[in-house]
C-alpha cells in the first residue's frame, strides 16, 4: 500500500505539527509526499521530512518527494539538502 502527504504552500513552524500527525498517520506503507505546491519550505519541515526518510527506511518502507516544486529545490540546495531526498516514483 502507498500513502500521499500533500505538503502545504508554506511550511514553516505553524504548519509543522499538522505535518507531524499526517506523516505519521501513513506509519507502515510507503509514502509519497508532493512537494509540487510548495512556495516556502522552512528548515524545521525539512527536518521532519528528514526524520521521516530515516524512520521509513529503518522500517523498511519508501518514502518518495516528488513532484518538487522550484522552490522546494531552492531551498533544500539552501539546506546543503540538494539529491537528499528520492524523487524517483513507484512502480
Do not use: K, N
Amino acid at each position: 500500500m502507498t500513502a500521499t502527504v500533500t505538503l502545504a504552500p508554506r511550511l514553516d513552524l505553524t504548519t509543522v505539527q499538522p505535518l507531524v500527525s499526517e506523516i505519521t498517520g501513513c506509519a507502515g506503507t510507503d509514502l509519497v509526499v508532493d512537494a509540487g505546491q510548495v512556495e516556502h519550505l522552512g528548515a524545521l519541515a525539512a527536518q521532519v521530512l528528514l526524520a521521516a526518510d530515516r524512520q521509513w527506511q529503518a522500517h523498511g518502507h519508501r518514502l518518495v518527494v516528488g513532484p518538487r516544486s522550484p522552490a522546494f529545490e531552492d531551498a533544500l540546495a539552501a539546506m546543503g539538502l540538494a539529491g537528499h531526498f528520492t524523487a524517483e516514483t513507484f512502480e
